[in-house]
DNA sequence: TTGTAAGCGTTATCAC
DNA sequence: GTGATAACGCTTACAA
């Protein structure tokens, strides 16, 4: 690879003044010697190397990004995997790579202050945040520049872009009741989830907002599998049908893929004797039977905000929110309809 | 950050003598000044900068990877997101992180030189490559280290790893042979395509050792999506009862989803009245009804392979073989049963 | 066995 | 306007 003196030496200047048309800023090179310089650099093929000038100004344009260690390769998150490539996308228009990274599912922390100490990357963009996160609790202190997408505790500081689960259930809510459902029922995660609890939120400002009454055998929690919505199911059809819920928001896409499954197992159709809400925006779902309606997280607008916030907290600019939290979206399809 | 410097006037040594402790081969320095140079690494906290070492090395120790453009976030290929999680692991088990970077959808060659000529990695892996692949012309061209994900052009000689999907669809025939079954059709991507038509060979592989004919209204083909395999159905329906197959296999899993959604809709029975299989493992299948019998490929092996033969690459190391053919492996589920 | 110093490819300070 | 040159943090001949 030619390097900066191979220019020098066939524009016939010194390595100072290539630099100095390289950045371009104090151009009070003359625009001979530009020019020269400039068709060297053409002639000979020259791009500046990278890791020279990041040694230089102390940086790597790098920015770290660690997988969520998955247990079983067909249990990746698509929401997640889609997040990815937007936020690179985003890095990219601000001149940044994601490095990626993977750690042991019990200890983080180790792993990114490795990165830190060695120089690795610039910043971090934490995913899957959770409460009590030791990953953000670590980079505050110190004071290391990281964005989250997710919350965690709310007492502490930190950037952060999120999808409003709250409203999102909230609205899910809303849209039954203007169908004619009364008796809605949800499918939760247990509580000390963060966007868990936030959905589960939303799903009782839902109820209150339209006068219902918030009942507790109308709320089931489970993991986040297809099992937890089989089970509710179950659950709920035991009660005498004058009780039983007419439609159920699911606290995720997997979730709700239990429900349309046991529904149909017990001889019903999901969106005529029952409706479904699942939550993620899962692809393939459009492709169930009824075609699962869901509520879709502004993934792009995501890895965009992340990014802008990112550049933000490096450059020590406070002009821009330091919480941001995204409207997620309803897409109705099939397996909603009036109560029965 | 401290520096080698802060850690030589720590352990009152050199900071060659630093270095020396720390690239442990030729070690030729005295325990009590190597127990000295430890500690002080110790109490000063300090971690080699990666940038530096890179600069003196003339190494990045970074993979590229570009993502693949993926026209609107719901329609990513899970696969292919795994497949990059088990590729990190893989990477960081050699003391490589992977670089991710994106391109626009018709021109990648461009990104791929800018990427080498900054210096910002040493090599590349290539996902999702086809006939006549720019990039590895271009990467060949120039000889620049890279691995593949999926075979080119026969006639080139380049290190690549593949799913054997001929074999794979030869299994899957088999298998509904053993079922009983005389009649099998599949719906295939166009004419064209590498693994396409690799599983077409399969198919038709899967024929003739069964010492059936093999029939050109069986072969329906078509873009990958859904509406591919309801087209195929509905084809294959308007024949008469006889003719009809009685299984039929996918060239992947979103074209078995059609395939099932249409029988379904005609009021048939998969599984019972029109057997399936589909290609992929894709995530969620397992939770249709009936849940999908698929081909899974070997993903983290694939990673893991990849690496090793990127190794052997960069190293010059010609006792690793650079091609390589990894079975897939049949999952039976409910959607094949024995012909009506 | 350890230290000195050159050099990796840049940028930026200082002379000229 | 332009050119030496030091410096970024490290590795490694070579000298001691």
Redesign the pocket.
């Known amino acids: 690879?030619?390097?900066?003196?191979d220019?020098?030496r066939e524009a016939?200047?010194?390595?100072?003044?290539?630099?100095?048309v390289?950045?371009k800023k104090?151009n009070?090179?003359?625009e001979?010697?530009?020019q020269q310089v400039l068709e060297a650099i053409q002639r000979v093929g020259?791009?500046?190397?990278t890791?020279?000038?990041n040694?230089?100004?102390?940086q790597t344009r790098l920015i770290g990004y660690a997988w969520h260690k998955i247990p079983d390769y067909h249990h990746v998150n698509p929401m997640m995997d889609s997040f990815i490539y937007y936020l690179a996308q985003a890095a990219e228009a601000s001149g940044y790579h994601l490095l990626t990274f993977t750690h042991p599912s019990g200890k983080p922390e180790p792993v990114y202050d490795e990165m830190i100490r060695s120089?690795r990357v610039d910043a971090f963009i934490l995913a899957e945040t959770i409460r009590d996160d030791g990953r953000i609790e670590f980079l505050r202190s110190i004071d290391y520049p990281f964005v989250c997408f997710g919350r965690s505790n709310p007492d502490w500081d930190f950037p952060w872009v999120d999808t409003d689960g709250q409203t999102g259930m909230r609205e899910a809510v809303n849209y039954l009741v203007e169908m004619g459902h009364r008796r809605i029922a949800m499918a939760a995660w247990p509580e000390g989830s963060i966007s868990g609890d936030f959905r589960t939120a939303g799903y009782v400002d839902g109820l209150v907002n339209a006068g219902l009454p918030v009942r507790a055998e109308y709320l089931v929690r489970g993991e986040h599998n297809e099992q937890t919505g089989r089970e509710a199911v179950r659950y709920w059809l035991e009660m005498p049908s004058a009780e039983r819920p007419t439609a159920i928001v699911a606290v995720s896409d997997i979730v709700a893929i239990g429900i349309l499954n046991e529904i149909e197992e017990r001889g019903m159709i999901p969106g005529r004797d029952l409706s479904v809400i699942g939550f993620d925006y899962t692809p393939l779902v459009q492709y169930l039977r009824p075609a699962l309606t869901t509520i879709e997280q502004a993934i792009p607008e995501t890895g965009q905000a992340l990014m802008r916030m990112l550049e933000a907290v490096l450059n020590k600019d406070d002009s821009v929110p330091m919480q941001l939290l995204l409207p997620p979206q309803l897409i109705p399809r099939n397996s909603c309809g009036a109560p029965p």
């Open positions: 690879m030619p390097t900066i003196k220019v020098a016939g200047v010194s390595i100072a003044t290539v630099s100095y390289l950045n104090n009070f090179v003359s001979k010697t530009r020259y791009t500046p190397n890791t020279a000038r040694l230089k100004a102390n120089g």
